[in-house]
């Protein structure tokens, strides 16, 4: 976990400080597997047609790696976009 989001939270007794971080452990988790299953279930859907066998044909293998390429550019971006915001905001404090 990140330390900087406790930074605030110095004035709180250790026993909090201990329930806090594992309340953002779990839910930096639970987002992580959220966009997991947002981008499995996005590149199934736009990518697998048929169910002709075990595996990916190549074309689908292709369409899922660029879509999965595609999903966590884009996911990337928006947190760091989503950072530069939360910083500006916190100077202006």
């Not at 859907?45 to 292709?62: A, N, S, Y």
Request: charged share 35%; proline share 1%; with cysteine.
């Amino acid at each position: 976990m990140d330390k900087s989001m406790l930074g605030d939270l110095d004035a709180l007794p250790e026993a909090d400080k201990l329930r806090m971080s594992s309340m953002i452990d779990q839910l930096q988790i639970r987002d992580s597997l959220r966009m997991y299953n947002t981008l499995v279930e996005r590149c199934f859907t736009d990518c697998v047609d048929t169910f002709r066998r075990k595996t990916l044909d190549k074309q689908e293998e292709t369409c899922v790696r660029r879509c999965a390429e595609k999903f966590l550019k884009h996911s990337m971006r928006v947190g760091m976009r989503f950072a530069e915001l939360n910083q500006g905001a916190a100077t202006q404090d």
